[in-house]
C-alpha cells in the first residue's frame, strides 16, 4: 500500500511539474519575449526563410494581441485576454517608431505577421514607380548592388525564391537589385526589388487614427499594407493588434527542419535586426 502510494505522489508532483512549467512558459511568453520563425521572405534581406528570434513584448506595452493563441484547442487570444480588448488601447503602451520591425496580428484572420512600420497615423503613403513617398516626400534610395541566393526551395514550406533575372533553374543564382532605403526618422534599411510590378504604383494610403501601415523589406515579393483586407492584405493595423518588436535574430536555418545541422547559418546568430 506504502508502494502504491509512493507511486501516486509521484505521479502527481510529475503533474504539477508539468504544469508550473507550462505556467512559468505561458507568462514568460506573454509578459516578456515570444519566439517567432520566419515562415516567408517578405522580409529578405533584413530577415531570411528559417530565423529564429524572440519579439519583446515589452516595446509597446499589452492588449489582447499579447495572449497566444492555441489553435489546436479553438482558444484565440480574445478569448484568453478578453480583459484587455479595450477600444483599440493598450495597457502601459508606447507608440512604435518608424522603421520598426513588428510582429503584429493580422486584423481578419488572426496569425502573426512580420513586417516593418512605415506609415504612422495620419500620415500619406504611396508607391511611385517603386520609389517609396511618405507625405508627399520621396525618400532616400542608393543603389547597393545585387542580393544573390539559390533558386531553391526554401524552408519548411520549400517556397522558391523570384528573380529579377527571370526564370532560374534549381540551384542558380537568383538575383534581385538591392537598395538601401533612408526613412524620414533616419532609419536606414535594405529593400529588395525584382523589376517592374503593380504594387511599384499604388494609389495614396491616408494612415487611420490609431492605425499603422506596414510594408516588407522585400518588397515585389510581399502582401502587406498596399493590399487590402478584402483582397487578402494586411491593410491598416490597429495599434492593439502590435504583439512586439524584433530586436535579434537568435538562430538561423536554411533547411527544411533545424535537426538538419549542416543548414544552420552560425553568422546570423545574435545579429540585430536594422
Same mark, same amino acid.
Request: proline share 6%; net charge neutral.
Given at each position: 500500500?506504502?508502494a502504491? %502510494?509512493?507511486?501516486?505522489?509521484? $505521479?502527481?508532483?510529475?503533474?504539477? !511539474?508539468?504544469?508550473?512549467?507550462?505556467?512559468?512558459?505561458?507568462?514568460?511568453? !506573454?509578459?516578456?519575449?515570444?519566439p517567432?520563425?520566419?515562415?516567408?521572405?517578405?522580409?529578405?534581406?533584413?530577415?531570411?526563410?528559417? *530565423?529564429?528570434?524572440? $519579439?519583446?513584448?515589452?516595446?509597446?506595452?499589452?492588449?489582447?494581441? @499579447?495572449?497566444?493563441?492555441?489553435?489546436?484547442?479553438?482558444?484565440?487570444?480574445?478569448?484568453?485576454c478578453?480583459?484587455? *480588448?479595450?477600444?483599440?488601447?493598450?495597457?502601459?503602451g508606447?507608440? #512604435?517608431?518608424?522603421? *520598426?520591425?513588428?510582429?503584429?496580428?493580422?486584423?481578419?484572420?488572426?496569425?502573426?505577421?512580420?513586417?516593418?512600420?512605415?506609415?504612422? #497615423?495620419?500620415?500619406?503613403v504611396?508607391?511611385?514607380?517603386?520609389?517609396?513617398?511618405?507625405n508627399?516626400?520621396?525618400?532616400?534610395?542608393?543603389?547597393?548592388g !545585387?542580393?544573390v541566393?539559390?533558386?531553391?526551395?526554401?524552408?519548411?514550406?520549400?517556397?522558391?525564391?523570384?528573380?529579377?533575372?527571370?526564370?532560374?533553374?534549381?540551384?542558380?543564382?537568383?538575383?534581385?537589385?538591392?537598395?538601401?532605403?533612408?526613412?524620414p526618422?533616419?532609419?536606414?534599411?535594405?529593400?529588395?526589388?525584382?523589376?517592374?510590378? @503593380? =504594387?511599384?504604383? !499604388?494609389?495614396?494610403?491616408?494612415?487611420?487614427?490609431?492605425?499603422?501601415f506596414?510594408?516588407?523589406?522585400?518588397?515585389?515579393? =510581399?502582401?502587406?499594407?498596399? $493590399? #487590402?483586407?478584402?483582397?487578402?492584405?494586411?491593410?491598416?493595423?490597429?495599434?492593439?493588434?502590435?504583439?512586439?518588436?524584433?530586436?535579434?535574430?537568435?538562430?538561423? @536555418?536554411?533547411?527544411? @527542419?533545424?535537426? %538538419?545541422?549542416?543548414?544552420?547559418?552560425?553568422?546570423?546568430?545574435?545579429?540585430?535586426?536594422?
Open positions: 500500500m506504502a502504491d %502510494a509512493n507511486k501516486g505522489n509521484a $505521479v502527481v508532483e510529475t503533474i504539477k !511539474t508539468v504544469v508550473y512549467a507550462l505556467l512559468i512558459a505561458g507568462v514568460f511568453r !506573454t509578459v516578456f519575449f515570444q517567432f520563425w520566419i515562415p516567408s521572405g517578405s522580409m529578405k534581406d533584413t530577415l531570411l526563410i528559417g *530565423d529564429f528570434l524572440f $519579439v519583446n513584448k515589452m516595446a509597446y506595452g499589452y492588449s489582447y494581441a @499579447s495572449c497566444p493563441t492555441i489553435r489546436p484547442l479553438g482558444i484565440d487570444a480574445k478569448g484568453l478578453a480583459f484587455l *480588448d479595450g477600444d483599440n488601447t493598450r495597457i502601459m508606447s507608440e #512604435p517608431e518608424r522603421g *520598426d520591425v513588428i510582429v503584429f496580428r493580422h486584423p481578419v484572420n488572426g496569425s502573426d505577421y512580420i513586417k516593418r512600420l512605415i506609415g504612422l #497615423p495620419g500620415d500619406t504611396q508607391m511611385k514607380n517603386g520609389v517609396l513617398h511618405i508627399g516626400k520621396a525618400v532616400k534610395l542608393e543603389n547597393d !545585387t542580393f541566393e539559390p533558386a531553391s526551395p526554401q524552408g519548411p514550406q520549400g517556397l522558391r525564391p523570384r528573380c529579377e533575372n527571370g526564370p532560374v533553374g534549381t540551384g542558380g543564382d537568383c538575383m534581385k537589385s538591392r537598395q538601401i532605403e533612408t526613412l526618422n533616419g532609419v536606414e534599411h535594405a529593400v529588395l526589388n525584382i523589376g517592374n510590378q @503593380s =504594387s511599384d504604383n !499604388t494609389p495614396v494610403y491616408t494612415v487611420p487614427a490609431g492605425h499603422y506596414f510594408m516588407g523589406d522585400n518588397r515585389d515579393n =510581399s502582401t502587406d499594407s498596399r $493590399v #487590402p483586407q478584402q483582397a487578402g492584405g494586411v491593410g491598416f493595423v490597429p495599434y492593439e493588434n502590435l504583439i512586439g518588436r524584433a530586436d535579434r535574430i537568435m538562430f538561423s @536555418s536554411a533547411g527544411r @527542419s533545424m535537426l %538538419a545541422f549542416w543548414t544552420w547559418r552560425s553568422d546570423r546568430y545574435l545579429k540585430g535586426i536594422e
